[in-house]
């Protein structure tokens, strides 16, 4: 999220009661996550693990639990509970705004657009021209949809991602991370029945130029998909993921967090892509692989008892 | 599902034409299912592969289709068809109820709750303090609610189970099994975009304090999910399976019936779960096993062309 | 799709501006995709691939983009851009007509039905007796509906089918196929919480008498499914395959496109199935095969640690 505008670090300091280190004559302009930080940006930590990386990151301003030399240009801003005071700041910028109605007065539509009965639009959305969305779609606050764009029914835009801050030793262990990012689905994508788009925590989930989805398709918080990419039905990715221009996602395909797939990959249904892959190739698995050596592999297993049999001697069954 | 007050075995036998066998003096105290039972419970069995079972079960009333001996203390209820029998009991308790209203007048709700437009609210639900309902979910009748509860957009909480009498001889071989228990989603529970919670046919389908569901969860009937669980998008859990405190389950990962998952166990990714899981391990795979043990195998089945060529004399490919 | 009423191909050529090639005095009496095809039906093909087998299926009338031979009482219809022309004649028989009210003046339906709040029905729908549609269900134009049919909340009754005329070298890869199919629901249908059931691009979506699908199954375009057939929850069926009656998929089991499934056929939880199989057998894995094999197949990749120590002599961890 960029903040309205820039924000004194003297103000953030005293709204989350915070001991400045370092440089406290500047501005922020904006709350990141870790993974997609850049200069200017405020972040928190709160586990000793990711200090350093947190300091050494891009972002200029650190909500932290420890008193700690700190890089010039950059400062800390020292507190007992990290993930409080950045709560304190997303919800200060970002509060709940319920709404009563269906359409809220926010919303700004383009020429020739047509929304069914039943389409729920929340505040601070924009939709451009010739998009249609149909019955029982739910569309949360600030989401940005572009011309061309037809969302089927049922399908969830800006839901809250599954992110949350794990204390074991809490009663309640987990406590939900509230999210200040958008959904940006830009012009001629379109939305299967039954699909969920999870908005940024911090960044925006993005779905490119001509991208299209097919029923019961979910993606994650923070997750950026490039132009002209193809998911079939029952697709999942998880947060942060980045998925390059023309990449293909078969039926069941499952994504995990904070990778990347390269251009105009093709991942076969049913498959689980839990790292990097590199684009122009196809995959297939669980977990993946490279799609012509899971096939050969397939064929090995298929060899075992004849291979038992030979070194055995008839043992096998 | 517990009746209002104890109903005698002589009103039920009339009501339902059976010849009782064993004490007709006595009152039964609720309905459940063979997995659920307890005593005062009445139960049906309508196969002689599960008459003993049931029989010596902690029942104490069973509608039956033969006469048999019963220990004391217990009574069969003997008619033709006991699946018509039990359909009829049900029916009287939980008589069809359909609401033409979006919220129920029966409905009530602590403070400081937001309900969005597009939300259904069935006859008899209870929610509690400081709980959000998104845009177009639905909570059918006999759900109960509680404290800081999330519900997002387009979920279905108390749908009915997918539980079918099955007999193969008939034009239409699945009859549904009416259902008259609930869903409890206790205090602090998340639920993401998309899910569907069935609420239990006999039992209760319950959420653990704090548990947390990612979008497209779908939870069966009469399934007892402990504290602090997690499941990430697309979990699916069958009916009348036990998740103790604390377990996670990744994206995609199914579930099987009536099976437990022993405290804090982890289960991996697009993993499938047809047993019952020791608490405290990882898992993973489908079938799943420990997740060490699984990743050795992956390894394992790289190593058979090594293991050809040297067998054969590389003749492997 | 059938036509309201034959259409002259002469009418056809001048409405799209083709050229005539064989017997033009004749009439078109549907539109079909070349799985699905009978005579009297117009088809299109763009590809000089698919030339061959839609200049010899059963379709006689062909769009295409190439001058060529035709059988004795077929006709091509020569244009530039095929799938442009075909779009023109889809729209003209089936325009896209936006519905502003929740349950269309044109929907027919039988008696003792109950339609909870928050469904939408659009246009040319036609619900039968006894049925049951739960709150937040989006029923689609061209819907028919049997009798004694439940659909549970949050499901999606004929949504456009993810069908796309790709063609990479243009900006926006991928474009809609426009559908005028429908989906029929026959009697004793039960549809569970959100699912998604696509119509046809062309033919129809037919769910045969007594079948009962589980939660958030989805069922693509064109699929013809048989009577008495059992999906659990998540199951996903992509576009034009074929069940036979008495099929049972069990949890998130994957089936790909225009394959048949046989009769009585059972397929074990998160299997993908992508090919035909033959009824009356069970089947696992993914790859699915047959699940005695498979489960097999999983014991013999428990031996390669033996067989590897015979042969390495115990170097195998």
């Known amino acids: 999220m960029q903040f309205p505008s820039p924000v004194s670090i003297q103000w953030m300091a005293s709204f989350i009661e915070a001991k400045v280190i370092g440089d406290d004559s500047s501005h922020a302009t ?7 930080v850049s200069k200017g940006d405020l972040v928190f930590v709160d586990h000793p693990k990711y200090y350093d990386k947190c300091i050494n990151s891009d972002a200029s301003f650190i909500i932290i ?43 700004v539509m383009g020429s020739d657009c047509f929304i069914y009965p039943g389409v729920f639009i929340g505040h601070h959305v924009t939709i451009g021209k010739n998009t249609i969305i149909y019955p029982n779609v739910t569309i949360m606050d600030h989401c940005i949809i572009g011309d061309n ?70 993606i994650g918080h923070d997750t ?33 967090k904070t990778l990347t797939i390269g251009e105009n990959a093709v991942v076969f249904a049913q498959s689980g892509v839990g790292g990097d892959l590199e684009g122009g ?31 055995m001697g008839k043992k096998g069954e």
Chains 1, 2, 3 share one sequence.
């Open 30 to 36: 904006g709350i990141n996550e870790i993974h997609k």
């Open 65 to 107: 639990n420890k008193e700690m030399d700190i890089p010039e240009g950059k400062a800390l801003l020292v507190v007992e509970n990290p993930f409080e005071a950045y709560c304190k700041i997303v919800h200060h910028f970002r509060p709940f705004e319920p709404s009563t109605k269906l359409i809220s007065d926010t919303a």
């Open 149 to 218: 764009v037809i969302i089927q029914s049922g399908s969830v835009i800006g839901s809250n991602g599954f992110y949350y801050n794990t204390k074991k030793n809490r009663d309640v262990w987990y406590k939900k991370m509230p999210d200040c990012g958008r959904v940006i689905i830009e012009d001629d994508v379109e939305i299967g029945a039954g699909c969920t788009i999870d908005r940024g925590v911090s960044h925006d989930t993005i779905l490119g130029r001509g991208t299209k989805l097919d029923n019961m398709v979910h």
């Open 224 to 256: 950026v998909v490039g132009k002209n990419c193809l998911m079939a039905a029952q697709v999942a990715i998880a947060g942060a993921a980045t998925l390059e221009d023309g990449v293909t996602l078969w039926g069941q395909v499952g994504v995990s």
């Open 281 to 311: 190739k196809n995959y297939f698995g669980s977990p993946v692989q490279d799609a012509k050596l899971k096939q050969r592999e397939l064929v090995w297993v298929k060899r075992i008892p004849e291979l038992w049999d030979k070194v």
